[in-house]
């Protein structure tokens, strides 16, 4: 026999009998693939390590399939949702399913791109399922916004999800590999079939945990400065980093005296430096 609380979560008869209703097509443009199996939501809750005493931000909750089961284990949720039909509608399935948790759970309609403060207290954990086009930049907004968020678990494509977890040296390193570096450890935490998604997507998967740094990477140069050494390393990936830097430094010569005050090879290359190399080559560009 199931508790209650597992039968307010959405399976797929549900998912599709609410998307009729609200006379919701899947669109490809904002990358909306909704989750339509039950055991997922538990199994992204639980590798997410939600505790009852966490205040969760979800991004992109669409139907409310994670939101639900993010509700049964936090102590409250924030969704932040783009989509007119889906943000209308949210609050009413939430009442429906799970009217003991409604008050829990608050709503800001808006891009999450451009979302700078959230209702109710700071945000402890981030768990999403976020659309496939923005979600490195949706991701690394959240993080440099809310230094709050201790702890992510979101759901992305598989080839993203190896680059955000991607250590140096991979093929797959690279700048968001770097950012989200500067921010957390990062990992892969599993994958996720296509079968559990309606409309089935054509690619796998994955899920990326990130743990806050407990310490920031130490450094006297900014983030804005880090990061733009990172874009202009990647930019050129497969030039040595005293040609792909030139633009950055004014010169080549200029890149390479930079490079070797900070203990860096000027024929080394972005993909095999640690984000701790970039701010040491941020701190000295003259």
Request: hydrophobic residues 45%; glycine residues 6%.
């Amino acid at each position: 026999m199931t508790s209650p609380a597992s039968d307010a979560l959405l399976g797929p008869a549900d998912v599709r009998e609410l998307a009729a209703a609200l006379g919701v097509r899947p669109t490809k443009q904002r990358g909306q693939n909704f989750v339509i199996d039950a055991n997922t939501v538990r199994r992204i809750v639980r590798t997410a390590g939600v505790r009852p005493e966490d205040v969760v931000v979800e991004v992109g909750p669409g139907l409310g399939s994670l939101t639900l089961g993010l509700l049964e284990a936090a102590e409250s949720v924030v969704a932040v949702e783009i989509d007119d039909t889906l943000a209308g509608a949210l609050p009413a399935t939430i009442a429906a399913r799970m009217p003991e948790r409604a008050e829990r759970f608050s709503l800001v309609h808006e891009d999450a791109m451009q979302v700078t403060e959230l209702p109710g207290p700071a945000p402890t954990a981030l768990v999403a399922n976020l659309p496939y086009n923005v979600a490195v930049p949706v991701l690394l907004h959240m993080l440099d916004t809310f230094p709050t968020i201790e702890r992510t678990l979101v759901m992305v494509q598989a080839e993203v999800a190896d680059r955000l977890a991607a250590p140096p040296g991979s093929k797959v390193y690279g700048v968001p590999s770097v950012k989200a570096n500067w921010h957390a450890e990062v990992k892969r935490a599993g994958s996720i079939g296509r079968n559990v998604f309606w409309p089935a997507p054509n690619v796998d998967s994955g899920l990326v945990s990130l743990v806050r740094r407990a310490e920031p990477v130490k450094t006297t140069a900014s983030q804005r400065e880090v990061f733009a050494v990172v874009d202009a390393a990647f930019a050129q990936r497969r030039k040595t980093l005293r040609a792909a830097l030139a633009g950055w430094a004014g010169s080549a010569p200029a890149a390479e005296a930079a490079l070797v005050a900070a203990g860096v090879s000027p024929q080394a290359r972005g993909e095999s430096l640690t984000v701790e190399e970039f701010a040491r080559i941020a701190e000295n560009q003259q």
